[in-house]
């Protein structure tokens, strides 16, 4: 399949992608369980995600194709976007980081190796940045992306990516601490960044928000906390913006919108789970 790229309205010819299969469940279909969490395997130097490509541990000299690692005084706070609301036969995804990001051929490659195609990549220039976006579905199916484990891995792809070929960008972002050249500018404290709220949305559906401090699975985790007390996840929203994470879920219960005490069960058991303090189960 041919991918055709605009950049502000000038088509411009891509390599074809392969279709490359690839078998991942949906949660996004009203199902009430959630199918084995996927491990993220995590080392000093790398990090990996079962089923995907490694990516080493930036390295200040990368250079991304028809991209250059810039180092400033002034650098922009990187922003990943997964949006599965706006289009009903593709996953969105849109990444910005001022105007510094070329055409990202390199992260249209691993997305591919993750068994996806981009059927459709625009790039446009405002007062805010450089605007990538992409329109991925699953090579398999031909279908959106919907599996947490895969978004979640989608999302991963393209902050290592943008860490391997802009290396700057590590000092905005949580991944940094551990797997980018330059550490986080400043420490987020998770009690202080964590607001959840849960709003009528509709009769049959209400409206999740969360914020808290980025990490790795964070996708996966949110998901799967939601579930744990059987309230089903339609579609939503997961942006990471430098060092927080936002998340927008429509969530049901039963196929109707959350009563108010079941929106403070599930505001609470996020809240335990996002502040709980994380111990390595060797340490006991």
Known sequence: MAVAM?????????????????????FFNGSLALN???KLHITPK???????TIIPKASVTAVEQDGSSQETAAVPTPKVVIDLDSDPEATIVEVTFGDRLGALLDTMNALKNLGLNVVKANVCLDSSGKHNTFAITKASTGRKVDDPELL????????????EYHPESSSRLA????????????????????????YDDAPERSLLCVETADRPGLIVDLVKT??????DVESGEFD???LLAKAKFHVNYKGKAL??????????SLRYFLRRPTTEDASF
């Open 6 to 26: 605009v950049s502000c309205g000038i088509p411009t010819s891509l390599k074809p992608i392969e279709k490359q299969p690839i078998s991942t469940p949906g």
């Open 36 to 38: 084995p969490v996927q």
């Open 46 to 52: 790398r990090l990996a995600l079962s089923g995907s």
């Open 152 to 163: 979640e891995a989608i999302r991963l792809t393209i902050i290592n990516n943008m860490m």
């Open 175 to 198: 991944m940094g601490e551990a797997f980018g050249v330059f550490q986080p500018y400043q420490k987020i404290d998770v009690d202080i960044a964590t607001h959840i709220r849960v």
């Open 226 to 231: 939601i579930t744990d007390i059987n309230v």
């Open 240 to 242: 990471t913006e430098g």
């Open 259 to 268: 009563i108010k005490p079941l929106q403070q069960v599930l505001a609470n």
